[in-house]
């Protein structure tokens, strides 16, 4: 397992941001935009535009994806 994060370019709303995200988040999160049927970029637009301006789009992120698999395994 490697816990460096590694950095991804996306584009939010037409603007090209930086994410650096462990690599097991990455593909947690491609999974959960794949189940969607949406682009990631899509699915990382809606994530920055719910997030408060206290958190950063990354943890944002992680936390999307910790809920994502929580709600999954509570089911």
């Given at each position: 397992m490697n816990a460096r994060p590694v950095k991804h370019?996306?584009?939010?709303?037409?603007?090209?941001?930086s994410v650096s995200l462990e690599e097991e988040f990455w593909r947690a999160f491609r999974e959960i935009a794949a189940e969607e049927g949406i682009a990631l970029n899509a699915l990382a637009a809606?994530?920055?535009?719910?997030r408060?301006?206290?958190?950063?789009?990354?943890?944002?992120?992680?936390?999307?994806?910790?809920?994502?698999?929580?709600?999954?395994?509570a089911d």
């Open positions: 370019s996306l584009t939010l709303r037409g603007h090209r941001t809606r994530i920055d535009a719910e408060g301006i206290e958190a950063g789009l990354a943890s944002a992120i992680r936390v999307h994806v910790l809920r994502h698999f929580r709600a999954k395994n």
